[in-house]
């Protein structure tokens, strides 16, 4: 079981703390693993009813795009028929994301309570502190946090936007997106233990810009698995509590609760 931070833990709460540190750290508080299965289940639920009833929606608006291939007569007919199966395709698969993505915006933020909640209880038990009794799930915290969930969800739509227009750029454009991408995802997780600093989005994005090394290992995993197709579902639900722990973890570690 893990104690309390003292003395030369303390002096070293600077330092980066791994993820196999997060790991061990979970498996010995099993109210935090108890926590964490459950909200795994509950992000996987919603996930998949948002995924397909967006991709639904989607087929509905769009599935008479590619109904009828072109006549594939002499050398032009050909070439106007490979280009259409590689258009049918690239719509598919960018239609899929897209509904991945806004499916989990959408059960990130209505799971963002219970989320807030395994963050502060990680960091209680990082500290060695006690909860104290306006510290558990009210329901003032509730829907505090569900408005923050909801900006922050909010915000990602702007950030599609941008990466939509950010791909379109010759050589550089696929590497803006998946740094954007990467930060983003970082700002997600330190929005737990930030928001309850009562910070803003502006001093959350201040954190990224000012720790951005921090930041770029935060969020570089998380990115990652959320751009394997399908599988990403299984994965952002499987592995989000434990990036949740991780973050807020390596959040509190610089001086001052990691604002500057």
């Not at 750290?25 to 509950?42: A, K, N, P, T």
Request: net charge positive; glycine share 10%.
């Amino acid at each position: 079981m893990f104690t309390q931070k003292t003395g030369n833990d303390r002096k070293n709460s600077g330092k980066w703390l791994s993820l196999t540190f997060t790991l061990r750290f979970m498996f010995g508080h099993m109210s935090i693993l108890g926590l964490s299965l459950l909200l795994m289940l509950c992000t996987a639920l919603l996930t998949w009813l948002g995924y397909l009833v967006t991709v639904h929606f989607v087929d509905g608006l769009t599935g008479h795009f590619f109904q009828q291939a072109p006549a594939a007569a002499g050398i032009v007919g050909w070439f106007k028929l490979k280009g259409w199966w590689v258009l049918k395709w690239f719509f598919l698969v960018l239609s899929r994301l897209i509904a991945f993505y806004l499916a989990f915006l959408i059960s990130y933020s209505l799971t963002s309570p219970g989320y807030a909640f395994l963050s502060l209880s990680a960091e209680k038990k990082y500290l060695g502190q006690d909860f104290t009794a306006d510290q558990g799930f009210t329901w003032a915290g509730m829907v505090k946090d569900l408005v923050e969930g909801f900006k922050i969800g909010a915000f990602g739509l702007v950030v599609t936007v941008a990466a939509l227009l950010l791909n379109l750029l010759p050589v550089v454009g696929a590497g803006l997106v998946i740094l954007l991408y990467i930060f983003y995802s970082a700002l997600m997780f330190i929005d737990y233990p930030a928001s309850r600093q009562r910070w803003s989005l502006g001093d959350k994005l201040g954190w990224i810009g000012r720790r951005w090394p921090r930041a770029l290992r935060l969020g570089w995993l998380p990115a990652l698995i959320s751009m394997i197709p399908v599988l990403n579902i299984f994965f952002m639900a499987l592995f989000f509590p434990l990036f949740t722990v991780h973050a807020t973890l390596n959040f509190i570690a610089p001086p001052a609760g990691g604002k500057e």
